[in-house]
């Protein structure tokens, strides 16, 4: 690897801190985020949630920097990454930090073979060839798309294009990964691909995520906390269980719980008593047939 980039988090500090957070873009009247603060530790995956507006992608580019480095306006507040204040660290050292991945797989990808896509960011911080090649292995080896070196990115499912925006996103060595919205164009198999990328970074890397999404499903099964946000400001950082299971919060913010919890809520309110809620396939499907076999022998008593 190259110059580790100084400003590690010392141990027990979190890899994410944000403190009193406040945005206003420039030449605009409103703040859009408003006095947010929360920690994110090593190896968490958390799932920016919020209605349209909200703030997911503002609060995605206070934590790489983009703001206030490159869109200016005004900031109050802190955010430190990886022990790096936002405030006062150069873009190019917080890509080495922070890798982001954007809605539009399109927009991310712009060389003519999936090798160069990788290379593109070590390349322009000098980085050794032997080096470079070595990233590009293991980052495409990462991301499943060994094998695609030579390819145009052109070709790719959309899918594969995200995987690959990943893979160019990790070939720079990042401690913390920030996805905004990055399976909304995708059909569900495409975005099954990337949450199971992102799961192994998370297991296997130790990685910290932080994922705008409003895929209920796959926050159940992968996040550790979903994070909230309700017209610019922070209304729930908890356990996806906590949160799906607040009605009122997913009536507030326009949010679409998981599937089965739809269900286990509409047998309910039908005269199916089930004891619990679920956010989870398997755990829903237990329970209903739990309370299906105590009817059923009741029925037959
Ligand atoms: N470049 C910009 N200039 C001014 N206002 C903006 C800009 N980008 C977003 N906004 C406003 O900031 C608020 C939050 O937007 P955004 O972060 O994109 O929300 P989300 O990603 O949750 O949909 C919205 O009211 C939006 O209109
Ligand atoms: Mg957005």
Same mark, same amino acid.
């Given at each position: ?32 985020? $408003?006095?947010?603060? =929360? +920690? ?5 995956? %958390? #799932?920016?949630?919020?209605? @349209?507006? *909200? ?50 797989? $399109?927009?991310?990808? =712009? +060389? ?5 896509? %990788? #290379?593109?960011?070590?390349? @322009?911080? *000098? ?55 990055? +399976? ?70 326009? +949010? ?46």
């Amino acid at each position: 690897m190259s110059e580790p980039v100084s400003g590690k988090p010392t141990k027990g500090e979190p890899m994410i801190k944000v403190e009193n957070l406040w945005y206003k873009y420039p030449r605009t009247k409103k703040y859009v985020l $408003e006095d947010i603060s =929360f +920690t994110v530790e090593k190896g968490e995956f %958390v #799932a920016l949630m919020g209605a @349209n507006g *909200a703030g997911k992608t503002t609060l995605c580019q206070c934590l790489n920097g983009v703001i206030p480095n490159s869109q200016g306006g005004k900031v109050k507040g802190r955010v430190v990454v990886g022990g790096l204040d936002t405030q006062e660290t150069p873009i190019s050292k917080l890509a080495q930090k922070v890798g982001m991945v954007l809605e539009d797989p $399109e927009t991310q990808l =712009f +060389t003519t073979k999936v090798k160069n896509e %990788v #290379a593109f960011g070590p390349e @322009n911080l *000098a980085i050794d060839p032997d080096e470079i090649m070595k990233r590009i292995a293991w980052a495409l080896k990462v991301v499943r798309l060994e094998g695609y070196e030579e390819r145009p990115p052109t070709a790719l499912s959309g899918g594969q294009k995200q995987r690959l925006a990943i893979a160019a996103a990790l070939a720079m060595k990042p401690e913390i990964m920030v996805l905004d919205e990055p +399976t909304s164009q995708l059909d569900p198999i495409g975005t099954l691909e990337v949450f199971s990328v992102i799961q192994d970074l998370k297991e296997e890397y130790g990685m910290t995520i932080v994922m705008a999404t409003h895929k209920s499903e796959e926050i159940a099964q992968f996040a550790d906390k979903v994070l909230m946000l309700h017209e610019g400001r922070l209304v729930k950082f908890a356990p996806p269980r906590e949160v799906f299971q607040d009605l009122e919060l997913m009536k507030l913010t326009w +949010t679409h719980l998981p599937q089965i919890s739809e269900l286990i809520l509409f047998l309910r309110n039908n005269g199916i008593s089930l004891k619990d809620f679920a956010i989870l396939k398997d755990e829903g499907v237990a329970m209903v047939k739990e309370a299906l076999a105590g009817k059923a022998g009741r029925v037959a008593s």
